[in-house]
């Protein structure tokens, strides 16, 4: 997979990642999903991805984000939800883009991190399920392992993932 | 399970097929532990083979191989679903916390286990009072700031607080004593810094380097790490056996760690951190704000602030000389490594990869009614206070001198580099 800077270290793709959404990021889920989405379009720098509850998941990602706040490239703050668990926040300590960047990124990025968690989760889920495990069915195989989540969100995930696929990202987003 | 059962049989939705899934998945979900089993998932994912995840071994042989025979008769696709709790890819539920939650099966097992095998007096627990207060309960679940549902979880009852302080408590004594003690950490750093090289040579045609014969167990898994009965064909005897054919060997890893392993001869171990808190005096500064005038809430504010202050300048001094000796090893190379770098941590919950809410704590309900169950660590001073186990250690050959005195002088400079 074509990466987009190997010169750097994991953190400092990490902290592009949150620079390019505009330095800001809401929550881990929302990282780790669009992180996913910007490595399966060509967009991505290298970080390896596997399945988890949550979906497509990187612990190198998890761990240079780790790294990342060491190093003060990125900040997180914790929040509590109203449902009664935590979020996070995470800021970059680099402002706006750098120029020279894929708009095609910044776009997927924005798209992804305007997205409710959840449905960006189950579109990334269905994503990982037809390129990794190829799934003939992706959107059944996402409602059979995450059922109530699917039940709320399923519908909204399928229109996010439409508009996902509509960037033109050097690779296209399978068709679903 | 069977506190599963009676509370799901009182409102009608007890499932016996997952009950039976999720007890065959707490049953077999070890079945892909390899030899030494967390040190040999290291060489998995250095290499980048296919077992860094014993689970993943567990699916396969679950899927594959005569277990899959063996769970037949319990239905069609029955071996399936039991991999799949496993695999992560059966929606958290009250049956699959019984495999995996933080008051799982296996943790309630193992912490009994490793007790009696170790001999250790750390980490008891009241079995028996956590099961007879342990209930059914409703939690809130989520993603990021998103609610998705409400999720059956376990919930302890009121009468249970000191034996859950106890349990929580006991599991991370274990780690500091047991699973994390320096000498278990340092014979894994030399055993999978062994095995690591022992594949290498032998995927680069250079089996006679090792000591072993074209067709040892682990010569014929290095040739082909996917093949599961390769795989199967390794255990810890037959690792300990190759020791003695590995020792004395040209190669100077294979041969010196194989004997130290053998002869139990470990790299001696500095503990980064507890050299550097003992170092920078920190605690004692008289530079401390407290004075006569303070009082006594002032105090414990500034206390408290210092003590945060002290463990966050701690953590950046143990990465700056890691990150020192991680330079000083490779700008002096040598046949062997001379130095094995630990680094762990862990709280006193396992650690979620992305949500954190209540299925990933431990819930407990405080009044005798339906209230809402609470996290025991909000409500506990003692699970409260406890900080993550945080290991930074480097481990090198006791009589080099030469990568004593580096170490030492790296740790006495970041010490003092922390005192400014």
């Known amino acids: 997979m074509p990466v987009l800077n190997r010169n750097k270290s994991n953190e400092e793709n990490a902290a592009d990642i949150i620079r390019d959404a505009g330095g800001q990021i809401v929550g881990r889920t929302r990282l780790q999903k669009m992180a996913y989405l910007l490595e399966i379009t060509d967009l ?13 998941f990187s612990e190198e990602l998890a761990n240079a984000i780790e790294e990342a706040k060491f190093w ?6 914790e929040h509590i939800a109203l449902w009664g668990g935590s979020y996070s926040i995470y800021k970059a300590a680099a402002s706006a883009p750098l120029s020279g960047i894929d708009p095609a990124r910044i776009e997927l990025i924005q798209n992804a ?29 996402t409602k059979r392992r995450k059922p109530e989540k699917a039940e709320k969100f399923l519908a909204n995930a399928q229109v996010l993932y439409e508009k996902l696929r509509s960037v033109k990202t050097p690779k296209p987003l399978p068709a679903i | 399970m069977s506190v599963v059962k009676r509370h799901l049989q009182n409102i009608h939705a007890w499932d016996e097929t997952m009950a039976h899934t999720a007890l065959a998945a707490a049953l077999v979900h070890d079945l892909g532990h390899g030899p030494y089993s967390h040190a040999f998932e290291e060489v998995g994912k250095r290499l980048n083979l296919g077992m860094d995840k014993h689970e993943k071994v567990s699916a396969r042989l679950i899927r594959d191989e005569e277990v899959s025979e063996a769970l037949k008769p319990l239905g069609s696709g029955f071996a399936s679903d039991v991999a799949n709790i496993f695999e992560d890819k059966m929606s958290p539920s009250i049956y699959t916390a019984v495999v995996s939650s933080q008051f799982d099966a296996d943790r309630l097992d193992y912490m009994q286990r490793d007790r009696l095998m170790t001999g250790t007096y750390h980490g008891v627990i009241d079995f ?3 099961l007879s207060n342990l209930k059914v309960g409703k939690v809130p679940h989520g993603a990021d700031e998103e609610e998705a549902g409400e999720n059956d979880t376990f919930v302890l009852g009121p009468k249970a607080l000191h034996a859950a302080e106890a349990y929580l408590l006991g599991l991370y004594q274990l780690y500091a004593t047991v699973y994390l003690h320096k000498a278990t950490r340092g014979a894994e750093k030399l055993f999978t810094e062994l095995l690591v090289k022992v594949v290498e040579l032998a995927r680069n045609d250079s089996i006679e380097e090792t000591g072993l014969s074209q067709d040892h167990p682990l010569i014929r898994f290095a040739k082909e790490p ?5 795989l199967l064909a390794l255990d810890d005897s037959v690792i300990s056996g190759a020791l003695s054919m590995m020792a004395g060997v040209k190669n100077p890893l294979i041969s010196n760690f194989s004997m130290r392993l053998r002869d139990r001869k470990l790299f001696k171990c500095v503990d980064i951190r507890e050299k550097l808190d ?15 005038h303070c009082t006594g809430v002032a105090k414990k ?9 002290r463990i966050d300048a701690l953590a950046v001094a143990c990465k700056e000389v890691e990150k020192r000796l991680i330079e000083w090893e490779k700008e002096n190379k040598q046949e062997l490594p001379q130095i094995l770098l630990d680094k762990k941590e862990r709280s006193i919950y396992k650690s979620s990869e992305e949500s954190k809410g209540p299925l990933e704590q431990i819930m407990i309900r405080l009044g005798t009614g339906n209230d809402n169950p609470v996290d025991v660590a909000s409500v506990s001073q003692i699970i409260k206070a406890i900080d993550p186990f945080q290991v930074s250690r480097v481990y090198f050959d006791r009589g080099d001198q ?13 010490a003092k580099r922390c005192r400014c």
């Open chain 2, 402 to 414: 030469k990568t004593k005195a580096v170490v030492d002088q790296i740790i006495e400079e970041e």
């Open chain 1, 44 to 56: 991505g720098c290298g970080f390896s991805f596997e399945y988890r509850h949550y979906g497509p």
């Open chain 2, 278 to 292: 003992q170092k920078n005096g920190f605690a004692e500064s008289e530079d401390s704000e407290i004075c006569g």
């Open chain 2, 301 to 309: 504010v500034i206390a408290v602030r210092d003590e945060q202050q």
């Open chain 2, 226 to 230: 996917n093949n599961l009965k390769c």
């Open chain 1, 72 to 77: 003060d490239l990125i900040t997180e703050e």
């Open chain 1, 113 to 141: 991190k305007d997205a409710n968690p959840i449905e960006l989760e189950l579109a990334a889920t269905a994503a990982f399920l037809k390129v990794v495990e190829n799934d003939p069915d992706p959107w059944s195989e």
């Open chain 2, 128 to 130: 028996e009072w956590l």
